[in-house]
């Protein structure tokens, strides 16, 4: 059985690997998932901003983190670590 934090990590992963490819596509280093779109993708209830972490992805690592909208509702941000720095 995973943790709770483990499955945060593979959903967030999924996450990644559905937004990545359309979201970087302008060579930026990092891109944000709206609430709107995060919706029936994160079953965990109990997200906080203190949620975070790197993420290994054969593009590159990347650091993630969820930010709360002035609606209460979360999104999800990934920035890319550059050059060992992040």
């Known amino acids: 059985m995973r943790t709770r934090e483990q499955e945060l990590e593979y959903q967030v992963m999924d996450i990644f690997n559905e937004f990545y490819k359309e979201k970087l596509e ?3 280093t990092c891109f944000a998932v709206t609430a709107t779109e ?4 994160i079953s965990i ?9 790197i993420l290994q ?3 590159g690592d990347f650091r993630w983190r969820f930010m709360k909208n002035k609606s209460d509702r979360y999104g999800l941000i990934f920035m890319k670590v550059q ?3 992040g």
Do not use: A, F
């Not at 995060?38 to 993708?41: F, T």
């Not at 209830?45 to 972490?53: A, T, V």
């Open 38 to 41: 995060l919706v029936g993708m």
């Open 83 to 85: 050059n060992g720095v």
């Open 57 to 59: 992805h054969d593009i």
């Open 45 to 53: 209830k109990d997200i906080s901003e203190n949620d975070r972490g």
């Open 26 to 28: 302008q060579r930026t």
